[in-house]
């Protein structure tokens, strides 16, 4: 079980390793595992640098795959990460993270994103994780009549958040298979995307991780 250093950017209220509860002002280090490493990644509270992601990270059977329009994030070679075009969602390794819509991403963006959805002692068993599109937007907010009427029909609402299509992490399984089998009838039928992965989640169930839309803040931009 690996532990990290990093330094507070925020303030951070937490457990140290052992045990004591201690309040971190911007600019204190102190030492995380890997679990809260990501959970604290995630909230911008902490920063670290890309060779300890590098370091921690293993590329064993996951590669990206790129829809139409979307340039590939550079250095995957260097992580051990595969690299697949295709014109629809699919899952061609065990974790796999899917861009579509020209979406952007770095190398530590797309590494702490796997790392997110792999199994252990030190993760939650997350089979996808995404983005919220923004803090406020729900699926009253975005596509037509149609697939407005579609979805509320199949889930029963709208007040439901809206994902960030454009970067999706899955792990390969039962449901995960299930997911994007129905996500790719969704944009083969011409769809609004953010409707039609909204109606693949919610029509299987499966752990999802949600990201809030400013997720690792440096990291996320190329």
Known sequence: MGKHWVKAIKTV???????????YQPGDWFQCKNQ???????????????????DEFSGKD???VILSGTKAPRALKTFGIGLKEALAPELPWKRNLIMSQGASATIETVALGLMRIDTGNDFPGWEMAAMLNSATQLARDV???????????LIGGLEVPVYNTGLVWLRRTKATISVVKIWRDELGSGSDPQHAFIRAVYGKSVKLCTLPHEWIGKWIRA
Do not use: F, M
């Not at 959970?39 to 992601?53: F, G, K, M, N, P």
């Open 143 to 153: 596509g037509t009549k149609e697939d407005k009427a579609r979805t509320l029909e």
């Open 13 to 23: 209220i937490r457990h140290d390793l052992q045990g004591a509860y201690r309040t």
């Open 36 to 54: 809260e490493l990501l959970e604290l990644l995630a909230q911008s509270l902490v920063d670290t640098t890309a060779h300890l992601i590098k």
């Open 62 to 64: 996951s590669g990206v």
